[in-house]
């Protein structure tokens, strides 16, 4: 078990173009969380997969914004013609489900910085 | 609409003493979980402790331990021997089953030598 991994940990990049990040869950959990995290408040959910399914999107969640899980591991999130809006971190979350393991294990984060 | 409330943006301790931080949420629900998440500065969020609402005894994980009153919907952490280690930004959240976190604003938490 080696715990939640996303890449890369910081990204700049220039208003209206594009970028990719990447999450590893740990192995065995199905469930799979992108929540986005701003200075000072609590993180904000942005969508969620079981196994390779994307069950729930929020809102928040533009069509700018992508996410996929192919068979059911690793996770991409992607943003189109980024906008100085979207930095903040972004972070993973996994978790193997069931009433028992009702908990979350987050990754590090990927901070977006948009100039 | 579920909310989470944290109404100290940031407390400070001294190294050794015991410090409390408050939460509390709004809810329609009776099954739920609540959970306080710890992210140090630039590191990842971690769990602290987890309270499900059935269970009626206070979740403990050796130096913290939390304060549930169902009926007041206050779910509070009590850090006990307060370490430098502690110095972090807490967050408080709730979670209705089968369905997603609600995260509070967080409280940042300083210790002081």
């Known amino acids: 078990d080696t715990g939640v991994s996303q890449n890369p940990r910081h990204k700049i990049t220039k208003r209206g173009q594009n970028v990719t990040f990447r999450c590893d869950p740990i192995?065995?959990?199905?469930?799979l969380y992108w929540y986005r995290q701003t200075l000072g408040q609590g993180p904000e959910f942005l969508t969620y997969?079981?196994?390779?399914?994307?069950?729930?999107k929020s809102r928040l969640l533009s069509d700018r914004f992508s996410a996929e899980r192919p068979k059911g591991s690793f996770s991409t999130l992607e943003i189109q013609r980024t906008e100085q809006g979207d930095s903040a971190m972004y972070l993973c979350?996994?978790?193997?489900?069931?009433?028992?393991?009702?908990?979350?294990?987050f990754g590090s984060g990927t901070q977006l910085s948009v100039l | 609409a579920q909310t989470v409330t944290q109404s100290q943006p940031e407390m400070s301790v001294q190294e050794a003493e015991t410090v409390t931080l408050s939460c509390t949420y709004d809810?329609?629900?009776?099954?739920?979980?609540l959970f306080w998440y710890k992210q140090p500065p630039s590191r990842q969020m971690i769990l602290v402790i987890r309270?499900?609402?059935?269970?009626?005894q206070n979740a403990t994980e050796n130096r913290f331990s939390v304060n549930f009153q169902k009926a007041a919907k206050s779910f509070s952490l009590k850090i006990s021997d307060s370490q430098l280690g502690d110095a972090a930004m807490y967050f408080c959240?709730?979670?209705?089953?089968?369905?997603?976190?609600?995260f509070g604003p967080g409280t940042r938490l300083s210790v002081l030598p």
């Open positions: 997969f079981q196994n390779e399914a994307q069950l729930e």
């Open positions: 309270q499900e609402a059935y269970k009626q």
């Open positions: 192995s065995e959990h199905n469930r």
């Open positions: 979350a996994s978790e193997q489900g069931g009433r028992q393991n009702e908990k979350l294990f």
């Open positions: 959240a709730y979670r209705p089953y089968g369905q997603n976190f609600v």
């Open positions: 809810t329609s629900e009776s099954d739920y979980y």
